[in-house]
């Protein structure tokens, strides 16, 4: 290994460990990629999980100032194909090497500005976060899963969309009361969160399992090595959608659901039996 290559390496496990401490569940996900698929989607996790915590982290700082040069520096990092910032480096590798359309970084950068300033939605704004913060973020992980397979990418595109949204609005539902006392934010249009009533809960709900019925489709027909592993996030998220429509509203509204250590474990081993039966 030379010293450029040393250099690409370290800058990806650089991009594994942020993805190891911030996401147990995804981190355990990625494992369970072909090994050839983990550094690449190591490098998407990073890259958006230090845009996220800019905006939703750093209130000490300027975070208007330090976006923007996140932004700046990300593009330099793709044209120049290489930089400093070894999550940017890693980042700006698997978008040469795999084709990553600069429409979709940019949404997710947009997505992620509108955090500085927004603090509730109206249904086109919601649409439109929801596409930058998480589709998008799908979308860049297909085109690693279908190494260059346009036809393939192409008819699997509406079910990783729908997947990422329904992860991101399921995220919007635990968080519900940290974003809002945190935050000042309130994602969900028309929703007051001094009044979360269960007729709002039970119309999130509907929405969410429209874009699960919807993305299990398309997760069924991915390429074989990203399947168990991207099929496992899946059945995370069903059995955390599960916990908190079992709650009632005022719940949702003061707690954090999480899933523990024992279902994620039967998780996996479920999933991967039923992976290897082929019944997913």
Excluded at 42 to 69: N, S, W
Excluded at 118 to 135: D, F, L, Q, R, V
Aim: glycine share 6%; hydrophobic share 35%.
């Amino acid at each position: 290994m030379n010293h450029l290559q040393l250099f690409h390496r370290t800058c990806s496990d650089c991009s594994s460990l942020i993805t190891r401490r911030y996401s147990t569940s995804f981190s355990l996900g990625i494992r369970l990629f072909d090994r050839r698929l983990r550094g690449p989607v190591y490098g998407i996790y990073g890259f958006v999980r230090f845009a996220d915590e800019i905006v939703d982290t750093f209130h000490d700082y300027p975070k208007a100032d330090l976006f923007e040069r996140f932004r700046q520096d990300t593009w330099r990092a793709i044209e120049e194909g290489i930089s400093l910032n070894p999550v940017l480096h890693s980042f700006q590798h698997v978008v040469r090497k795999y084709g990553i359309e600069r429409d979709l970084i940019e949404a997710f950068l947009d997505s992620m500005e509108m955090d500085l300033t927004e603090s509730t939605y109206n249904p086109e704004g919601y649409n439109e976060y929801i596409y930058g913060s998480a589709e998008v973020v799908g979308l860049m992980c297909l085109r690693v899963f279908c190494e260059g397979n346009d036809v393939e990418y192409q008819k699997l595109k509406a079910s990783a969309r729908r997947l990422g949204a329904a992860f991101q609005k399921i995220n919007f539902l635990r968080d519900i009361k940290s974003d809002h006392e945190e935050r000042g934010r309130v994602y969900f249009p028309g929703v007051d969160f001094g009044r979360f009533t269960q007729e709002d809960k039970w119309q999130i709900e509907a929405d969410i399992k429209q874009d699960f019925d919807a993305a299990l489709e398309g997760i069924r027909m991915l390429p074989k090595g990203a399947r168990l592993g991207v099929y496992l996030a899946y059945k995370y998220y069903t059995h955390l959608f599960q916990k908190i429509k079992s709650a009632p509203p005022q719940r949702v509204a003061e707690e954090r659901f999480r899933l523990s250590g024992k279902r994620k474990v039967f998780l996996l081993c479920s999933s991967a039996l039923r992976h290897q039966l082929g019944v997913l």
